[in-house]
């Protein structure tokens, strides 16, 4: 089974200060691993995923398969970052892929 | 311009009323999923295609069922809606990229 765990429903920090929303998995194989975000009455959208190792809206995540974790970090938090964020996970299932998600965090940034 | 597509954006209909939530994308892509999702609420996956012809029932127990006729096509009909199907569903469809996600369709039955 794949699972994953935001432990954060809320995150607040002010504007300049740094985040890092936290996410961990738990899956046998090798995940692909996603974070999206969704800015508020505009559809889920992806930030980015981790094959790419890319930094999008300087907000950049790495997988570390030792603590089954991919934890999104941005070094200066600006207001519009504020939206809730999701990681999710696809992996095979039963001969199938499936992708799960998180429960989310919403991060709020505090001018 | 290649993209995600539900239609109707917001539905509101009385119990024991027969819906379908229409899905489409024009990237042809091979996998669609359906997601449930209450406000600001996690994302449950109740509904997935690889492909024409191929469904599979997701992590969430759902009264709906969908259908894969065609590859840019994927409704998702509730027979008899309840209160309790009331909520938001997300449409979604990937190849190699993450998925892709729709406007949503948010229904309410009264």
């Known amino acids: 089974a794949q699972r994953v765990t935001q432990p954060e429903k809320l995150l607040s920090v002010f504007k300049g200060a740094p985040v890092e929303l936290k996410c961990n998995y738990s899956?046998?194989?090798?995940?692909?691993l996603f974070w999206y975000v969704q800015y508020s009455r505009q559809r889920l959208q992806l930030l980015l995923r981790?094959?790419s190792r890319e930094s999008i809206k300087g907000f950049t995540a790495d997988l570390n398969k030792g603590e089954t974790s991919f934890h999104l970090k941005k070094p200066f938090a600006q207001e519009e970052d504020s939206a809730m964020y999701y990681c999710?996970?696809?992996?095979?299932?039963?001969?199938?892929?499936?992708?799960?998600f998180g429960t989310g965090t919403k991060l709020q940034v505090i001018p | 311009e290649a993209d995600i597509y539900q239609t109707p954006r917001y539905l509101v209909i009385g119990t024991g009323k027969k819906i379908t939530l229409e899905c489409s994308q024009t990237m042809g892509h091979d996998k669609m999923y359906w997601y449930q999702q209450d406000p600001g609420m996690e994302l449950h996956l109740i509904h997935y295609?690889?492909?024409?012809?191929?469904?599979e029932k997701g992590d969430l127990s759902s009264e709906s069922t969908v259908s894969r006729i065609r590859t840019e096509h994927f409704p998702l009909t509730l027979e008899s809606a309840r209160p309790s199907h009331t909520s938001q569903y997300l449409c979604?469809?990937?190849?190699?990229?993450?998925?892709?996600f729709g406007p949503g369709t948010r229904l309410t039955v009264t």
């Open positions: 295609s690889y492909g024409v012809n191929s469904t």
């Open positions: 979604a469809s990937s190849e190699r990229e993450g998925p892709v």
């Open positions: 999710a996970l696809r992996g095979n299932s039963g001969g199938y892929q499936k992708v799960t």
């Open positions: 981790h094959i």
């Open positions: 899956y046998s194989g090798s995940p692909e």
